[in-house]
Nanobody, 123 residues
Framework: VRVAESGGGLVQPGGSLRLSCVAS????????MTWFRQAPGKEREEVAC????????QYADSVKDRFTISKDRRQNTVYLQMDNLKFEDTAVYYC?????????????????WGQGTQVTVSS
């Protein structure tokens, strides 16, 4: 059972990236799937979540209207589309899965974490 992120890289301000989180050994559609990020010297921040109840989403204020979380049930994959990237979006992005039927704001613990993928926004 694992989750694996990919899609990070170097992008200029205003650019876009799409991160992927592939779930193996479980059905992501039934889990709360969340993207976190951690920048050097900063605490980990929850970025976006999609729940396993009704696929409702939740975003951090810092990324609202720029990032979109979605899932592909056939591919068992969760995506994070990141548009209009800013310098402050630079971080390692992690995917996590919670085996709970709950709204995103109710999730307290996560069962599976990926290794992370680096996103660097630089001119």
């Amino acid at each position: 059972v694992r989750v694996a992120e990919s899609g990070g890289g170097l992008v200029q301000p205003g650019g876009s990236l799409r991160l992927s989180c592939v779930a193996s050994g479980f059905t992501a559609d039934y889990y709360a799937m969340t993207w976190f990020r951690q920048a050097p010297g900063k605490e980990r921040e929850e970025v976006a979540c999609i729940n396993g109840v009704n696929s409702a989403t939740q975003y951090a204020d810092s990324v609202k209207d720029r990032f979109t979380i979605s899932k592909d049930r056939r591919q068992n994959t969760v995506y994070l589309q990141m548009d209009n990237l800013k310098f402050e979006d630079t971080a390692v992005y992690y995917c996590a899965a919670a085996r709970v039927q709950a709204m995103c704001h109710e999730v307290l613990d996560y069962d599976y974490w990926g290794q992370g993928t680096q996103v660097t926004v630089s001119s």
